[in-house]
């Protein structure tokens, strides 16, 4: 049974209270065999800038059908805005979420214990220091933590039997400014000066203390100040504050539970963290670990952002020495088990794809040497591959400004994440790939006035002079296959004006993964591929039938582009070039026709976005009852229809497609067969095998041999 999984959407997944939170998150998860998904942006700029925010289409990859649940940090956001399709795709799949400290309408919400810790914090300030004039500085007027926290402070006040005035609760917004704002006021005289102030966190803290320092009030003399939340950075601002650490590891650990049904209880508790903002003064365990703490970010921060990893990275040629330099600079990456680098099929191109990846897994020991070509929804299985325990996964975004290459993976075999330094280490990653894409460009250019005489310039194939030129030196008699695209007069209204390229470009693309080194191909007409190939003709028809199955599916189908075939064996000389043309003309009006003939039928079009949806995603097709409820007619009526559409009934259209899938899998990845069988959508190889052998006419096994 394969092991349960959990996405968590967060930001700044490197920050101390979303660590927090995400530890306890693993920490349950993995108590419960079940592995963790993060998917986090680096910066979480609250700027509105379109390079800035670049980084969020991170959150575009979550897929609610690979997880069993989902988590939101929603505090962690500074918008939350940027998770509206993540809400519609968790809400449309009806998959199970929970989101930590806020509220999402239609999610079920888990808050954490404010109220107690700062019920703590507030009576430390009465008890210990007889403070009975207390000022409290919030967060945003009704806002749900905001309430909680406030609820605290009023509780220290009845326990001890304090009359609570309301007029002393001043709202801000969690960041510095708020402190700094309140402190003008009681050094302009507009407020007086109370015994003590609670902050209802460490930012708000940070501008009351360092306003009030700076025009000469004495801390704590004058006035004592605390903190809430303890989230680092103290040993910058003076005085030293004194705050309260709460419990966020627990609320990750109680999301988990919710969740899954589970009873984890995680061990670490809260505590007061004592500064010089109050009597108590600082305690010199806790300070040096905070200070070995911020030298060991300065000292990887150094390591990670100058010469030595960025300058090796610029030296590299290819994405193979890329690679190997990633595997060298591995350590960087604290605790992190292995990377997986998956960049866009596309990567150097001018505009992001993300149909087709190449896929790299990395380790401090080694990288894969070469790396593997895997469709967007083949990604996700060979992460969570089978493994004997659990594992937290985090998905972070690889760009260059608005340029998207792709993303990486980070496993960790511990409840841990990556720390401050990754932010460094993904920016040198995506800097130097922009660099590798520019030599790459130059020494494109540097040859353009060669291959423009010689090259088709939209698909890099030869032009029809320099095949012509090429096949010269052919045998006599030549195997010669010509591929007809024909484009659907309305085109434009489903793709755009330049859907013609994209097509073209992308039947170029599946027929140079056809072709071998002893194979020559070119564009010989705006529309028309010729190809000689060496090999047995029912190889290169079966893999080039494969190819652009699997390169054109779930994209273009008949209404958009018609791809008809034309063979022709013997001499390969102009004459015989044109007789293959001709025919290959002709073959692509005889099956424009027929398609004609078929667009005139009452359900085509609902017929043809069934059949379409079956290509692109064959491992779970829909049912003859659910497809038949879609055109309003019987079963046995849909069965007539679509027979009489395509010339095949629907229960073996839906195999064809699982099959052509398998084997363009086995033509292109790696996988097992078993592999190949599940993505498809059988659990039983054995059944696969059979019926890959009754359909294909070989087991996978031999398929593969022979195509490969």
């Not at 650990?253 to 899954?260: E, F, G, I, K, S």
């Not at 790396?371 to 591959?385: C, D, N, Q, V």
């Not at 520019?438 to 032009?463: E, P, V, W």
């Not at 004459?575 to 005889?590: D, K, M, P, S, W």
Request: net charge neutral.
């Amino acid at each position: 049974m394969p092991r349960r999984r959990i996405a968590v959407i967060t930001a700044r997944a490197d920050d101390a209270e979303q660590k927090e939170i995400l530890g306890g998150i693993a920490e349950a998860a993995f108590a419960a065999d079940t592995d963790i998904a993060v998917y986090s942006n680096i910066y979480n700029h609250w700027v509105v800038d379109e390079q800035l925010n670049f980084e969020n289409i991170i959150y575009a990859l979550f897929e609610p059908r690979h997880y069993d649940g989902a988590i939101i940090t929603a505090e962690a956001f500074m918008d939350i805005g940027i998770l509206n399709k993540v809400k519609e795709k968790i809400r449309r799949s009806k998959l199970p979420a929970v989101v930590i400290n806020g509220k999402i309408e239609g999610f079920k919400s888990i808050f954490s214990d404010d109220e107690y810790g700062m019920e703590k914090i507030t009576e430390h300030l009465i008890t210990v220091h007889g403070c009975t004039d207390i000022d409290f500085l919030c967060g945003r007027e009704n806002d749900p933590i905001t309430e909680m926290r406030i609820s605290g402070c009023k509780k220290a006040f009845e326990k001890h039997g304090i009359p609570f005035d309301n007029s002393k609760i001043y709202y801000g917004n969690f960041w510095n400014d708020s402190g700094e704002a309140l402190a003008r006021r009681y050094i302009s005289g507009e407020l007086p000066l109370p015994q003590a102030v609670v902050c209802a966190n460490d930012f708000m803290a940070y501008g009351l203390c360092d306003v009030l320092a700076e025009a000469g009030i004495s801390i704590p003399e004058k006035l004592a100040v605390a903190g809430y939340d303890h989230t680092g950075g103290r040993i910058y601002h003076y005085p030293l504050l004194t705050s309260y650490r709460r419990n966020r590891r627990k609320t990750g650990a109680d999301a988990v539970n919710m969740l899954l049904g589970t009873n984890y209880a995680s061990n670490i508790g809260e505590r007061l963290v004592s500064g010089n903002t109050c009597p108590c003064g600082t305690n010199t365990a806790g300070l040096n670990g905070e200070f070995r703490t911020e030298r060991l970010k300065q000292q990887y921060d150094i390591i990670s952002s100058v010469a030595q990893f960025a300058s090796r990275l610029t030296l590299c040629r290819t994405l193979a020495e890329y690679t190997a330099v990633l595997s060298s600079f591995f350590y960087l990456l604290h605790d992190a088990e292995e990377l997986y680098l998956c960049l866009d099929a596309a990567w150097n191109s001018a505009k992001f794809e993300g149909e087709e990846y190449l896929f790299c897994k990395i380790t401090e020991e080694r990288a894969d040497s070469n790396l593997i070509r895997l469709g967007k929804a083949e990604l996700p299985p060979t992460f969570y591959e089978t493994r004997e325990k659990p594992a937290v996964f985090y998905f972070s975004p690889v760009h260059f400004q608005t340029r998207l290459f792709g993303y990486t993976v980070l496993k960790f075999s511990c409840p841990t994440g990556y720390d401050f330094s990754f932010r460094d280490w993904n920016k040198n990653v995506a800097n130097t790939l922009e660099f590798l894409r520019m030599k790459n460009d130059i020494h494109y250019l540097a040859q353009c006035q060669r291959a423009s005489s010689l090259y088709d310039s939209l698909t890099g194939f030869y032009n029809l002079g320099e095949f012509r030129r090429t096949i010269e030196t052919a045998d006599t008699e030549s195997n010669i296959f010509a591929v007809k695209l024909s484009f659907a007069e309305n085109g434009e209204y489903f793709y755009g004006e330049n859907y013609r390229s994209d097509i073209i470009a992308t039947a170029a693309k599946a027929i140079k993964q056809t072709c071998t080194e002893r194979d020559i191909y070119c564009r010989a007409y705006e529309d028309m591929f010729l190809i000689l190939y060496r090999g047995k003709r029912d190889i290169f028809k079966d893999k080039l039938k494969v190819m652009l199955h699997g390169a054109m599916c779930g994209k273009y189908d008949e209404r958009q582009v018609l791809i008809s075939c034309a063979e022709y064996h013997g001499a390969p000389d102009e004459q015989g070039l044109n007789r293959l043309c001709g025919n290959a003309v002709r073959i692509a009006e005889e099956d424009a026709a027929r398609v004609a003939e078929k667009n005139s039928l009452q359900h085509y079009n609902a017929l043809m976005d069934i059949r379409n949806g079956i290509m692109f995603a064959p491992r779970k097709t829909p049912t003859l009852s659910e497809v038949s409820r879609k055109l309003c007619v019987s079963e046995g009526h849909f069965r007539l229809i679509y027979k009489r559409c395509f010339g095949v009934s629907y229960n073996q259209d839906c195999i064809n497609a699982k099959m052509l899938k398998a084997c363009y899998l086995l033509c292109t990845t790696s996988m097992s067969v078993y592999a190949a069988a599940k993505d498809c959508g059988y659990a039983d190889e054995k059944y696969f095998t059979r019926l890959f052998k009754q359909n294909v006419g070989c087991s996978p096994a031999q398929y593969r041999k022979r195509i490969c």
